[in-house]
């Protein structure tokens, strides 16, 4: 079976899981964003392919607006009076609407971001975004591996920095774990919390605090509003945690 064909079915693997593990879910994508007018489906399941779709081609949507902004976005309850060029697409292609989107941009390699959207039929509910969390990073590996594997030579370089912007993010997790007691998914959800409030991406704000925590580190290079972030979330941690 060639790379691409088997590694897509992966993706589709790991999709359905996520579209499983939450039951109000319809679908979930994963796309890569060369640039926030240059988005590429790679997989999707359930509603994802033609939501995906509408919104790359009428450039409207949560998440066309979570890729420009290099942030998450959580529209719930979805509302498309926020975005008039997709509800036209809607009106003319009639499509089940979904109750709320859920998308996650992550920093992938040099200039592009990896992009999990999720589909739900009702309200977010407690834990939704945990779960994603947790599928995320999966995403991430699985992804990585298929491009590995498809052009090594070419791809070698940018697997070692995908692999060391997810150290940062699991380094982050672990601090916010270790000061709050509680689980990796729970973390994960106090980055996107914060990243979404701060407008700092989840990888910058992650490195940034890492960075802040654990001392000078020549491989960390951060923005100065992601080390102001990185300080807003850390004394919400700790003032959480001590109430």
Known sequence: MPVAELGEGLLVRLLSAL??????????????????????????????EVWDAMQIDSGSGPLVQAVKAEKAVVRDPLDLRAYPDLASLVDVIPKRTPAAIVVVPNSWTEGRQLVTVVYFSAPVADGDLEV????????????????????????????VRMVQTRRWIEQAKGMIMTRRSIGPDDAFAVLVEHSQA?????RDLSTALVGLLAGPNGDIEVSQEAIAAAKVLWDDVSTRNDQ
Do not use: F, W
């Open 198 to 202: 701060s407008n700092v991406k989840v």
């Open 132 to 159: 994603i969390g947790h599928y995320e990073p999966l995403l991430a590996y699985a992804l990585g591996l298929l491009e590995y594997c498809g052009d090594a030579e070419n791809q070698a370089e940018q697997m």
């Open 19 to 48: 579209q499983t593990r939450l039951g109000s879910v319809i679908g979930a994508g994963i796309l890569v964003a060369e640039s926030p007018g240059n988005l590429r489906p790679v997989a999707s399941v359930g509603v994802a």
